[in-house]
Nanobody
């Protein structure tokens, strides 16, 4: 199982970014629940958002609710995290993670991880 996160970069406060998480072509992506986590320097890896395998159920950390949107397209084997109204405290490495059975806010719930993409929010 391979996941590839991309789309990170430098953005001003109040700006937007869209992160992408792509699955390997030989992977039955539609059977997996997907989550985004982030880790700032010197801090633990924190839950950001999750989406179930069908895309019908989503969950967000309180800190991003109303600003971030997670979505997926199983035919394209892609998950996105649209991030709006970005704040300096959103600065972190963002990781996508997947699991065929579990779905939740704990990193240990997910068996498969992408390599991460850096988001920096600064003026």
């Amino acid at each position: 199982v391979q996941l590839q996160a991309s789309g990170g970069g430098l953005v001003h406060p109040g700006g937007s970014l869209r992160l992408s998480c792509a699955a390997a072509s030989d992977w039955n992506f539609s059977l997996y629940n997907i989550a985004w986590f982030r880790q700032a320097p010197g801090k633990e890896r924190d839950f950001v958002a999750s989406i179930n395998w069908r895309g019908g159920s989503t969950d967000y950390a309180d800190s991003v609710k109303g600003r971030f949107t997670i979505s997926r397209d199983n035919a394209k084997k892609m998950v996105w995290l649209q991030m709006n109204s970005l704040k300096p405290e959103d600065t972190a490495i963002y990781y996508c993670a997947a699991d065929p059975r579990r779905l939740g806010r704990i990193p240990a719930s997910y068996a498969y991880w992408g390599q991460g993409t850096l988001v920096t929010v600064s003026s």
